[in-house]
Structures are given as C-alpha cells and as structure tokens.
C-alpha cells in the first residue's frame, strides 16, 4: 500500500512541526477568544461548608462566588446580546465541582419544560448545558445539562464535536437519543454518577449541579479547564453564550471556551462495583426444542478503577444489556447493510477517542461484538483501559464473547488499541490496530493511521490510511480517505474522496460495501431574512466508482445530486423543497428484502422529488413528514415518512410513525410499510414507564417492548422488561380474516444494579 509511508511521512511532519502550529494557532483566537482577544475567564471559589443540591441557591457560599454574566446569543441575532439575563456561579470543595445558574426570565409562565426523562432532547424545552474542556486541549470535554424539570442532560465531546460522515441514518425516537452511534462528535449516550436539581419561581428559573470530581478526567498539571455554559429560551428559540461562539459553530466548538481557573482537583484513588442480578422467564416459540417458558436467573456486574486522575481500568464480567432501549426498526429497499447506533452502557464511556473513519467505514464498530445477526451474543468478560496518559489519548479494548451455536456464532476474542496525541490548532495523529480471534487459529486484523488538520478557524482537513489481513491473505485490502471542511458565517463546503479496496475487511467494523472510489461534496449557503430564521439553498453530491475484479474499472454503483433549500421558521418549524437526480448500477441481482422482486443487472436513473415538513417541534400536537415521488431502479415509487407526536405534559408523551412505500417495477409492484407507536410516562426524572411496538411488513413481525426503570446513578437501579415478538400476515381468506399471526418469542426480565464506592468518595 503505497500511500502508507506517504501518510507516516506527513504524520512525522506534523509531530515535527508542532511547535510552530501552536505559534500560528496564537494569531488567532486565544482559546477561542475572537479576534485574537484575551480568552473570558471565570474563577472558580473554594468553599468548606458544601452547598445542598436542592435548586435552592440562598446558601452563602453561592454569594461568595464571582458571577458570569452577559451572555451573548449565538441564534437569532448572534453578537447581540442576549434577552434575558443569566447568571453563573461555581465553587468546589475536596469532592465536587458546584455550578449554579440562574436564568432569570421576565415571561415565566412561558417557560417550555419539556419532557421528563433522561437525557431528552433539550433543544426541545428551556434548557442550561455547560461543557468542560477538563484538560484544556480545545478538543475533548463533558457535557452537563438540564432543564426547567431538573432532568440529567450528559454526554463526552471528542475531535471538538465532529462526527464521521453526513450521510448516516436515523431511526424512530422521539427523545432522540444520539442515533449515528456512539463513536461520533458527541456521544449523548454516555451517563456517569452527577446530580443536579431545579426550582423556578416568579423571576425566572434556577439550576443546581454537582458534578463529583471522580465523575471527571483530567490531568494534574492543567492549571485551568475550558468552560462555557449555553442558555436557550426555547419560545424566542434564542441560544446565547457566556463565552460567545460564532453561528456557524456550537458548544462543542471548544477553542471558543473561556477559561475556568482556581480550581484545585484532588487526585485520589477511586474504584466502584457495580454489580446486578437478573431472573428472567422466556420462550423461544421457533425452537423444535422449546416446549415451554424456561427461567433463568445471572449475576454479573463491573468493576472501575482509576490508575489515574486522567486513566480509567473498567473490568466486566457476565455483561448483561436487559435494560437497553431496542432498536428502531427500518426500512431497507437497498443492497447494503443499515447502521444502528450503540447504546449498551460498557462500550459508551471515551467511545470517540476508538473512532477512526465514519459514515459508511467505521474502522471499529462496538455493535459487531457481542451481537451476531441481530441476536445478542453472550459477553464472557472484559476489560478497557482509556482516558489521558503522557499527553496521548489512550484507548485498550479486550472482549471474550461465548459461542451460539443456534445462530452459527464461535466464541471470540476482540482486541483494540487506539492511541492519539492532540496537536495545537485542532489537529491531532493517531493510530489504530483490531485484532479478532476465534476458533482453530482464525483471526482478523485492522492496522490504521489517521491525522486532522485545523487550519486557521473555519478550515479543517481529515484523513486515514488502514488495511486489514487474515489467514488466507487477499488482493486490495487497503482503504484511505480524505476530507476537507470549509464552516463560515453564511457559507459552508465539504469534499471527500475515499476508497475502499475489494479485500478490505474490518470484521470488527461496518463497512456496507467494498471494492469501490467515493466522492462527495456539499455547498450550502445561508440567508437571513427578516421574515424567516434562515433560508439554506444547497447542493450535495455522491457517487461510487466500482473498483471491483470482473467489473468495468469506474462503473458506477451508486450517485445522488441532490437540489434542495431548507426554510426555516422562527418557531422551528421548516420545510425543504428538493429534487434528487438518482442512479444505481446493479452488476449482479439481488432481491429486495420482504418481496419477490429480484432487480436485474443494469444502470438505472431517474428524477425524484422530495417535500419535507416539521412543525413547531414544541406544540403539543406536532408533526413532521418526509414524502417523495418519483424515479426508482426500473420503474417508480412513492411514499415516505410521517410523524405525530403529542406532549400535553412534561410527564407524558405519546408519538406515531408511518413509513409507507408504493413501488412499481419492471419487475414487479409491491408495498412496504412500517409502523411505530410509542409512549413515555414520567413519574420523577428518574422513574419512568416506556413502551415501543413496531410492526414492518418486510419482515412480517410485530413486536413490543415495555419497560419500567427506576434510575439510581450512573443508569444503575431497577428494570423491568417485556418482550413480544410475532409473525404477521396479512390476508383475506373470505371468511372474514384478515391477518394470520403466531407468536415468535416473549421475555419477561426484572434487572436490578447498584453502584458501590470501594475505594475514594
């Protein structure tokens, strides 16, 4: 693989020339001060008499404290000053950080409180987040956040916010919890142990936190963290700042952060278990061998012990996921494999320092262990290292996984080490190396490098060089790729090429296709009228180019030029008007799943049009559909996406989806539809009751899932999960039926875990 030494070659160089990077980032902002201003700093005020968490701040201690104010709002009108008034204060004793904020409102009964949940989607509702930047490297920090109903809001930032790819799939949630999976720029999934509480009365609304320091990872020679805290009033739809961040950039920008200084960390030792025990009663009704509800009853749990402030040892034995949410079901009427998020509590914690690659070539996939076809794998055990050592990111990962043999799955081992050092003007190098091992010798290995460049503040460049090897060595098993970002105030332009060599097989990845040339691009350009919030007139485009053996070199597999403008409304509410110019090759046939359709080898193109529409996403009653109509393969199809969600409460929701598809081929017409409906009842923050049933008719199954949680911390306490799953079929026999069902599987779970301090406070 040629490029290789190309990419070491320029590693080495920018290793070399770090020194000077940080001389050049100089010019600019000083961490993230515009124009080259001195950075905004705030003090942080040791106390000995600790403030109650109770969203109450008329301790003294709170009056000891230097205040933040003059937020400056970043939408509508960015540098203006904010609407309303907040103000921030911070303390610390020997064992937690201490941030109260006070977001004074002169409207208070129009406060939107949103739902209460865990980590609900808080753009949704008034809300207060803070970041911070705990090692002072403008690219990695924790996210704390909550809303009028005191929910817990937390998340990691890693590479200062941006993900892998833009094309990556959702699915059905309406708290929109992080969909693009966990390796992204910010990984929304994570939870740790903090408490935060709110009150709010006729001046406005009030925020309490405590965030422990054994919840943070830091370094023992950074003399400040990076610190900013956003406030948005959701019925202005204002986001304000106390350190302001350009429009074209967020919270997770860190390099606009100010600086938090007077803090003295301890360093201590701390370790937890955190052990569970499950019973569970289930029945698999499709096993000859089954005959009944069997039961079974598991104990396992973790362990987590900080070698350092910065290096973090997590141990688990008997890994047990009952209370993770299921997956929201898609449709697939393509060739490839769909992506689904990770949401399973051991593999969030520091997942973004093991992301390398993204939006259709993740080098490291966590959902391809412990989980083989779409069944779960029992985990054996386990232990990741990660966090900060000697100036590196550091990330050791090893899984032993136990054989199915119903589902054809052998007992594997998964090892990964990642390894990355930051560099000045948001640059950073690092490597990567997976090894997966089974039975008789089998083993899978992916070897990668990767760098990203910052130069200046709106322009970013990305790149990384891999190859994968085996026992039976193959041709092609190379991959690499390039990306460039320009973000400004009202003009934004990304490329990338890519290409994915025939052999290239990251088993412990995701990687939908192989053997082909990616290009990409996306210009969009943003208008500002009087009358709206934002006009975003855009054009993107994507195409592979085959570079398959037995296949005419740049035969193209796959392109989409897609015409749109986004029109967005002071509410939020938006429509995009848009076209799509479509093409796919087809070099061999294949079936689209849930039919008897089988698409012939062929180039198909066509034009397909596309409305899209969301409403106020803050009404109780709103809705949002996505319709197209037009070109597909050889002949047509119409349909789409529709949503209704009603929120009468902070306490309840309920939503419906639909998602509906009429396809007429040369080959043959059929129907697709998928239907969702879920509901949330929330008795407190941390005590609710959820449900999702699903039903796709591509696979013929109607499924339900309840659940109950009574949340400690760190997602620890109480579960109680049911499972339905059932084969469908529509019909009419002329007597009056209309559906034939038969039951597929059923699962009771009752889970519970506690986390225990063994070692530190």
Known sequence: MNSCPALSACILALLAASPLLAQNSQSGPANGAPGGALPTVATATEVTESPSVDGYLDEAVWQQASVMTGFTQREPSDGQPASERTEVRVVFDSDALYV??????????????????????????????????????????????????????????????????????????????????????????????????????????????????????????????????????????????????????????????????????????????????????????????????????????????????????????????????????????????????????????????????????????????????????????????????????????????????????????????????????????????????????????????????????????????????????????????????????????????????????????FLPRRGYRYYQYHVMYRIRPTWLREIRPHVSYYTYHSRKSGIERGFQESARLHIDSHWEWHSGAQIHTGANLVTEGIYEPFQIRGTDVTVPVGTYRGWETQLVFNSNPIARLSATSRIFAGSFLSGSRWGGTGSVTLRPSASFSTSGRVTYYDVSLAEGQFETVLLGMNFGYFLTPRIYLQSLVQYSNQVDSWSANLRFGWLNTAGTGLFIVYNDVQEIHFLDDGAGRFYDRAPLARSLIIKFTRQFNVLGG
Do not use: C
């Open 100 to 509: 109260g904020v006070w977001a004074f409102d002169s409207q208070p009964d129009n406060i939107t409180y949103g739902e209460r949940i865990r980590d609900y989607e808080v753009r949704q509702s008034d809300n207060v987040v803070f970041v911070l930047d705990t090692y002072n490297d403008d690219q990695n920090g924790f996210v704390f956040g909550t809303t009028p109903t005191g929910i817990e809001y937390d998340g990691q930032v890693a590479n200062e916010g941006r993900g892998g790819g833009r094309f990556q799939g959702g699915g059905f949630n309406t708290r929109q919890r992080f969909q693009s999976g966990s390796g992204g720029g910010f990984n929304k999934n994570w939870d740790d142990s903090w408490t935060v509480a709110t009150t709010t009365d006729d001046q406005g609304w009030y925020a309490e936190f405590r965030i422990p320091f054994n919840t943070l990872r830091y370094g023992n020679d950074v003399r400040s963290w990076g610190f900013n805290v956003a406030r948005r009033i959701r019925r202005l739809n204002e986001e304000s700042f106390w350190t302001p961040v350009p429009r074209e950039f967020n919270l997770y920008r860190l390099n606009y952060a100010g600086d938090l200084e007077g803090l003295q960390p301890p360093f201590r030792r701390l370790a937890t278990v955190t052990p569970y025990a499950l019973g569970s009663t289930a029945r698999d009704y499709t096993s000859a061998t089954e005959t009944g509800f069997g039961q079974e009853g598991n104990v396992g749990g973790e362990v987590k012990f900080q070698v350092t402030q910065g290096l973090t040892l997590d141990l688990t034995y008997n890994t047990d996921f009952a209370q993770v949410e299921v997956d929201d079901q898609q449709l697939n009427l393509t060739r490839f494999a769909l992506n689904f998020p990770e949401k399973r509590p051991f593999f969030l914690e520091n997942a973004g320092f093991f992301s390398v690659g993204g939006g259709g070539a993740d080098l490291f996939f966590s959902r391809a262990i412990g989980i083989h076809q779409g069944q779960p794998v029992p985990i054996k055990g386990g232990a990741r290292l990660s966090g900060r050592a000697a100036g590196l990111n550091v990330g050791l990962l090893h899984i032993e996984t136990d054989g199915v043999s119903d589902l054809g799955a052998d007992a594997n081992g998964f090892s990964v080490a990642r390894l990355a050092k930051e560099l000045p003007n948001r640059s950073r190098v690092g490597g990567l190396f997976i090894n997966k091992s089974g039975p008789a010798g089998e083993f899978n290995r992916t070897q990668a490098v990767d760098a990203a460049v910052g130069v200046g503040e709106a322009l970013s460049f990305g790149s990384f060089v891999a190859r994968t090897d085996g026992p039976e060595a193959g041709n092609n098993e190379y991959a690499w790729d390039f990306s460039g970002n320009l973000n400004m105030r009202s003009f934004s332009l990304t490329g990338q090429v890519r290409e994915i060599g025939e052999g290239f097989n990251p088993e412990v990845g």
